[in-house]
């Protein structure tokens, strides 16, 4: 008989023949399963962690940027503001309570004289130098209601302001100093700068460029920059003082401020002394400008508020910060030692000595540069006053333009005075 033994053993039920296999699966889940919990958990918590951070980082820079997106809506809010004490605060749409920089009282003197002289068009920013803080920021317009709320940001022809950046140009790269005389023919308010040479027979204009500033005397500075200082070096010093360019966070709504390169000799001329209506600067700029000459060259960026409070919650908002370095303290120490004349024997002399403020204002130094020039947009004559005080230890720097019609109102040095004293008034 034929013997299946051999076959029996090899017809064995399937976990009997897979016995093996099914030991080292069973092993092989056994160490698995935890190991893919294991995985599963620490991706869960990887994500969480970077849920997290991102939640943080986003939180932290919404909370670093807060401050400049709420700019233009301060500035929006500044007339409908809540004085209390020393404090201006105002209310956000979403309810952010905001305190800002404003000095009430300074704020209320400007508004109140603008609406007593009632000029066709105004705006006046007081900075402190130091830190950008935005001591005052006014409008008014007989013309106009709605113009002041964006003029502070908008362009207009810059004037014999831009004699200042002239000097600085000058000063920086050792053409000039303060004692510098110059001969120069034309009148002292002359716009001909093909009749400014010298002549060379003599019998020319002579005058030192401090007396000059204070006098705002245009072959002076027309030649500076035709002569001493040229176009590539002017045009240098107008980019370190933020022409051209967008200066100032998105948040700060100011138009960039034009300089364009000057072609001809004659160009360079009136660009040197402002009578180029196509350089322009907004009020905020200038007024930065201003701050800068005061703050030993350093400009600070423009600030707003204060403080910021949603739901209780105090929210952070960015520290002062130095936009750009414009000129050294050496030519800081210079320009403003020129414009020092502008309030005693120069252009502004009169409004500073026949206000209420004129005594208070004579017991201290103040460095100031008028300018003055006819404009388009909008139609009118146009009056800059510029200024800083104390000279020597500046607290507030301020700009005003005014825009008088046919008839006449009131100068821009005339608000700038009525600043000044309001401000150290407040000292006594």
């Known amino acids: 008989m034929q013997d299946f033994k051999h076959l029996a053993r090899r017809k064995k039920n399937f976990f009997q023949r897979h016995w093996q296999s099914a030991a080292l699966g069973t092993a092989v889940a056994a160490l698995c399963i935890p190991l893919t919990v294991m995985l599963i958990r620490k991706g869960a918590q990887a994500v969480s962690v970077w849920k997290d951070t991102r939640s943080q980082i986003e939180l932290k820079v919404r909370s670093t940027s807060l401050g400049d997106e709420l700019f233009s809506t301060a500035s929006s809010l500044i007339p409908s503001a809540v004085s209390n004490g020393d404090l201006l605060t105002a209310t956000t749409p979403d309810g952010t309570m905001l305190n800002l920089s404003i000095n009430p009282l300074l704020q209320q003197r400007v508004q109140r004289y603008l609406e007593q002289t009632r000029p066709l068009y105004a705006i006046f920013v007081a900075l402190e130098p130091a830190t950008g803080r935005v001591l005052s920021l006014a409008g008014y317009s007989t013309a106009d209601q709605n113009w002041q709320q964006n003029a502070a940001y908008q362009v207009y022809p810059m004037a014999s302001l831009f004699k200042m950046v002239t000097a600085a140009a000058a000063l920086e790269n050792r053409k000039i100093n303060p004692t510098t005389v110059l001969e120069f023919r034309g009148r002292l308010v002359s716009e001909t700068p093909k009749n400014w040479d010298p002549s060379p027979k003599g019998r020319n204009n002579r005058m030192d460029l401090t007396d000059a500033m204070g006098k705002s005397v245009n072959p002076v500075y027309g030649l500076i920059a035709s002569e001493l200082v040229g176009k590539e070096q002017l045009a240098q010093t107008c980019n370190r003082f933020g022409f051209n360019r ?23 001329r009136l660009q040197g002394c402002g009578l180029d209506h196509n350089l322009q600067v907004s009020p905020i700029h200038a007024a930065v400008i201003t701050a800068a000459i005061a703050n030993r060259g350093s400009m600070m960026a423009p600030r707003l508020i204060d403080q910021a409070i949603r739901d209780g919650k105090e929210l952070k908002i960015p520290e002062q910060r130095e936009l750009v370095k414009v000129i050294s303290p050496e030519t800081s120490n210079n320009l403003t030692r020129m414009l020092l004349t502008t309030v005693t024997t120069g252009t502004s002399r009169k409004a500073f000595r026949n206000h209420e403020g004129a005594k208070l204002l004579s017991e201290m130094k103040v460095a100031a540069k008028t300018g003055s ?14 200024a800083f005080a104390p000279a020597e230890q500046p607290r507030i720097a301020l700009v005003a333009l005014v ?18 004293s309001e401000f150290f008034r407040q000292d006594r």
């Open 403 to 420: 825009i008088n019609g046919d008839k006449w109102k009131i100068k821009a040095s005339h608000l700038g005075e009525q600043a000044l």
């Open 373 to 386: 020039i006819d404009g388009d947009n909008p139609k009118g004559r146009y009056s800059w006053f510029a």
């Open 246 to 268: 967008s200066l100032f966070l998105p948040g700060v709504p100011a138009l960039p401020s034009p300089a364009p390169v000057a072609e001809t000799l004659n160009d360079l």
